[in-house]
């Protein structure tokens, strides 16, 4: 049974740090590019940040370039989000999203998260 489970969402001030967290289970994780997409209220869904299978290559979206960084760890089955300098307008619901190595990059895989809320509010 395929598991993506998100973590470490929460509320945090303007110019605070979060960290991310999805755990993997039941597919094969290195061979799945990973991907963190978000959904803010009244806004479609954005794709935030993306990784291969390896870890080689990454890529952001220009709103959170310098800010955001994803990163994996392929003997944990866990992809990273890390998450500086937030502000207001990153405030939404976070989701992981994997995608076999197969299929075009940057591309919206099969198996979704549940996803966890980031609020960034004073």
């Known amino acids: 049974q395929v598991q993506l489970v998100e973590s470490g969402g929460g509320l945090v001030e303007p110019g605070g740090s979060l960290r991310l967290s999805c755990a993997a289970s039941?597919?094969?994780?290195?061979?799945?590019?990973m991907y963190w997409y978000r959904r803010a209220i009244g806004k479609e869904r954005e794709l935030v940040a993306a990784?291969?299978?390896?870890?080689?290559?990454?890529d952001y979206a220009d709103s959170v370039k310098g800010r955001f960084t994803i990163s994996r760890d392929n003997a944990k089955s866990t992809v990273y989000l890390q998450m500086t300098s937030l502000k207001p307008e990153d405030t939404a619901v976070y989701y992981c999203n994997a995608g076999h190595r197969r299929t075009p990059w940057r591309t919206t895989g099969n198996y979704w998260g549940q996803g966890t809320q980031v609020t960034v509010s004073s």
């Open positions: 990784i291969t299978n390896t870890g080689g290559t990454t």
């Open positions: 039941g597919f094969t994780f290195d061979m799945y590019h």
